[in-house]
Structures are given as C-alpha cells and as structure tokens.
C-alpha cells in the first residue's frame, strides 16, 4: 500500500500539511493536488486549527505542476470547495482559509511551487531554500498568481527579472528583499514555522483572523479603498471592544515588549 500524499499533523492549535511526493520532489500531480485541496477545506472549517503550516517531504518544498499533466485542467480539483460554493485549485483553496497559513520551505520552491508558497501569509525557509520562476524557461504560462503575488512582494522590476531570467533565488537573498520572513539552518524551518505559529496563537485569535482577511483586502485595493475598508473594520470591531480587557492586554504587552528588549545597559 503506497504512501499518502498529503500528510496532516494536528498538535497544539497548529496543523501541518506535509506534500508528500519526495521522490518527485513533491511535484503537484492531479492526485496531490486534490489531495491537498480536501485536506485544507477540512482544515478551513476545523476550529482546533488556528494557524496552518505547508511544507515539503524530503530534499524539496515543491517543483511545481508536474509536467507530465500539463495539459490537465489545473483551475479546479475534485473533493473540495470554497466557502461560497465555488470549485478551488491549489491556489485559491489557500486564499479561502481562516487562519493565517505559513510556508516552511526547505530546498526547492520552484514555478507552482513558488506560487504556492507565494500563497501563503508568510515564509519561513531554511538556508538551502531556493525560489523561481522558471515559467519563461520551461515555456508555459503561469496561471497561480506569480504575476500578481511576486511584484507584491518584491518591487515589479525584481519580479520582472526572476520570471523573465529563470534565475534562482537563494534564501538569504529573499531575505533581504522582504521575500521571506525568516532564514533559519538547514532542516529547521518547520520548527521555525511553528515557533512563529505558537506565537501567533498567543494573541487574541479573533483580531488575528480579522486582521489576516484585511490584509488580502487591502493589499488587493487602491490606497484610498484601503484606507476605507480600514476604517470600516475598525469601527465595525472596536464599538465592541470592552475597554477593561484592553486596559489588562496593555499591560501584558507592555510587559511582553519589555522582555523581548532584553536586559536595560
């Protein structure tokens, strides 16, 4: 009996969905790819999840659409649907989640791959991470928002020179370009990846899903627009907010910020 090719772990309010296809370096075949649909639709809905975590079985995170499938319809996957009824792909089924989800890249995040890692609310890699998009050199199109995510992330003329060269990016370099979030030694970024994730189920998990579906909304808006939803969730939220929980909150950040500076010199 072959292996799954989709792995979830659930401990702690983290869930970690592990592509499970090493020998192909995790290449998204139809089987993963609906596979991993239907695992984060149950996770969408799940309430013990309260942060997901994606990464890769093996030497590689994701090499991308397997190739040999090119051909197949890769816009939607059989087994999964979004909150609104609609069909999801590997893509949108990210996109449609509650809870923040983080990408624990190890080795090659390549073309899909990359796209799905762009995907996801933040990056965590390891040292031997290595990001592209080599859509111009195999000779197809993207379609999973490598145009849309990559000059977001990076400046439209960087994106312009990772699609249009092929060139690979190493870890500490989307470091730097505010790429990732954090580098971390080889083998270690799926520790790293929940560490981050704990501490983000420190905070208060409704501003952190609130805060999460705001961020897409106002990324994806002009500045006037966003400043507006802005505002009309912090009216929305804030009316009800009791102002003697966010007195004793103040102080436990406080206290936190304190910590965290360290020893006074």
């Known amino acids: ?152 992330a990076i400046g439209i003329r960087k994106a312009k020179e990772m699609s249009l060269t092929g060139n690979y990016l190493g870890a500490r370099e989307a470091e730097r370009m505010g790429l990732v979030n954090r580098v971390t030694p080889k083998g270690e970024a799926l520790n790293e990846a929940r560490a981050l994730a704990t501490q983000i189920l420190s905070a208060n998990q409704t501003v952190v899903r609130e805060l999460t579906r705001l961020y897409d909304q106002t990324t994806r808006a002009t500045l006037g627009d966003a400043i507006r939803i802005e505002q009309e969730a912090f009216r929305a939220y804030n009316s009800r907010a009791n102002l003697k929980d966010l007195e004793q909150n103040r102080q436990a950040v406080m206290e936190r910020g304190r910590a965290q500076s360290g020893p006074r010199k």
């Open 1 to 152: 009996m072959s292996e799954a090719v989709i792995l979830v772990e659930k401990a702690g309010g983290i869930a970690t969905v592990t592509l499970n296809r090493p020998e192909k370096l995790n290449a998204l075949n139809r089987e993963l790819r609906g596979a991993f649909c239907r695992a984060m639709a149950a996770l969408r809905d799940d309430a013990e999840a309260g942060v997901v975590i994606i990464t890769g079985a093996g030497r590689a995170f994701c090499a991308g659409l397997d190739l040999r499938e090119l051909g197949a319809d890769s816009s939607r996957e059989t087994g999964a649907l979004a909150r609104d009824g609609s069909a999801v792909n590997f893509i949108s089924v990210i996109e449609d989640m509650k809870v923040p989800v983080i990408a624990a890249v190890n080795g090659f995040a390549v073309t899909g791959g990359f796209e799905l890692a762009l995907a996801c609310d933040l990056i965590v890699a390891a040292e031997d991470a290595q990001f592209a998009d080599t859509h111009a050199r195999v000779g197809v199109m993207p379609g999973g928002g490598m145009t849309a995510r990559l000059p977001r």
